[in-house]
């Protein structure tokens, strides 16, 4: 609970600095602006998150006498960088979904500042997630705020879709029903 604490602090801490040494992003009125800036993110995500992760897959099965999958052969190192890379392609989907839909309510060069900053913010977060993962499981706390902001744009985007249908009232509804799911599961898994 600490580390995760401390890391949900220093991403807090971090997101804002870099939000605000970013300039305005220039141009951002019109929705294809903004779409272009949440594409090149998504490849630096994708980049930096996900192909690393298969990379570091790959390069251990070529090395070693994991190379077969089927043989059980996979080390410590290699059953986290699996489960690392699980873990992110789960959670990219969730981050880019969030971050297009920022991209589609942000409507200034101000707030898509945003973008970039919350992106730098979450590959962090996933590294953090990563090598806190090689030193043992209770160490990927570190990485823990990359869900929490995943989470937290797709709930403001699934947010402002819900008042774009009934007003606040549909807001509600969205934020309700998802946080009532959300106890369910807690309640069935304790």
């Known amino acids: 609970m600490a580390a995760i604490a401390s890391s949900v602090a220093l991403s807090l801490l971090l997101w804002f600095a870099i939000d605000r040494a970013l300039p305005p992003l220039v141009g951002m009125e019109e929705l294809a602006a903004r779409m272009v800036v949440a594409l090149k993110c998504a490849a630096i995500v994708t980049l930096f998150g996900v192909v690393l992760a298969v990379e570091a897959v790959a390069h251990e099965r070529l090395q070693t006498n994991a190379f077969d999958p089927l043989q059980g052969h996979e080390t410590k190192r290699l059953t986290i960088n699996l489960r690392y890379l699980q873990n992110t392609l789960e959670q990219t989907v969730v981050f880019l979904v969030g ?20 992106t730098a913010v979450w590959l962090l977060n996933r590294f953090a997630f990563w090598l806190g993962y090689h030193r043992s499981a209770a160490l990927r706390g570190l990485g823990a705020p ?7 744009m797709l709930l403001y985007v699934a947010a402002r879709i819900g008042a774009d249908v009934a007003g606040s009232v549909g807001a509600a509804i969205v934020i309700f029903a998802f946080a009532a799911i959300e106890a369910v599961l807690f309640w069935k898994t304790r």
């Open 99 to 118: 971050l297009f839909g920022l991209a589609v309510y942000l409507d200034n060069g101000s707030a898509m500042r945003a973008l970039p900053a919350t």
């Open 146 to 152: 990359s869900m929490a902001i995943g989470l937290i």
